[in-house]
């Protein structure tokens, strides 16, 4: 049975293709089915955005960073373009999640946990079907931003270069941009901080989960981050 949230969702997305066959300014003429299947999915990924329970600024700081991680690590400035729209996706599949899960303290339960842990698999099942290069690549990002380098990730566990790049950046975009925020079990941390708990780890968190490739060109673009307006 569809949980009685994620009907609502899929019934407004429904009701955005009459509005898009009526074409605009820009679009006259009728949009292709592809067009119609898209524009449904760019309207749920803003209002997911809109509602991200860390804040509606957090998806595109985590896609600003991914783009200069990406220019640091040498992408092209289209791959980069479209990286950055992609990464706002990452935790799109919360606006799937079951109500009373999000919000909670930091600590979960093992069950909670693996519901939460189910954010990555419904973002990537939502995008996945995509025509867009940055929802395709969205899909990507979504699935696999929560894989670590060292294997000790989810949902897959995925090691090393098994994991997308376009994940491995948003992996360190978000974990920054996490760390510099506050939250309600926590406090927002300083720039340099947060680059010295990426770079040495702590008791909950190891360098040996990100690409050491995407630590580095983190480091090259710190000064950009430090004056990055939050």
């Known amino acids: 049975m569809v949980p009685a949230r994620q009907a609502g969702i899929m019934s407004r997305i429904s009701r955005i293709r009459p509005v898009a066959q009526r074409g605009s300014a820009a679009s006259p003429g009728p949009l292709e089915p592809d067009a119609y299947h898209d524009a449904a999915l760019e309207a749920f990924a803003r209002q997911a955005i809109a509602t991200d329970p860390e804040g509606p600024d957090h998806p595109f700081r985590v896609g600003r960073i991914a783009g200069l991680l990406g220019g640091a690590l040498g992408l092209p400035r289209q791959d980069r373009a479209v990286l950055e729209r ?27 946990r693996r519901v939460m842990e189910s954010h990555t698999t419904l973002g990537a099942g ?24 060292d294997g000790s990730g989810y949902p897959a566990g995925l090691a090393g270069e098994a994991v997308p790049l376009a994940a491995r950046i948003v992996a360190v975009a978000d974990v920054y941009d996490a760390l510099r925020s506050e939250r309600a079990y926590k406090e927002a941390q300083l720039h340099e901080e947060a680059l010295a708990r990426l770079a040495e780890g702590d008791e909950r968190m190891s360098p040996g989960q990100f690409d050491p490739a995407v630590l580095r060109a983190l480091a090259r673009v710190a000064p950009l981050l430090a004056t990055m307006p939050r």
């Open 86 to 112: 992609a990464a706002a996706l990452h935790d799109v599949g919360k606006a799937l999640l079951p109500p009373g899960v999000l919000g909670r303290a930091r600590t979960l339960g093992r069950g909670a």
């Open 126 to 149: 939502i995008l996945a079907n995509g025509a867009a290069p940055w929802l395709r690549l969205g899909a990507v990002v979504a699935l696999g931003h929560h894989e670590r380098w």
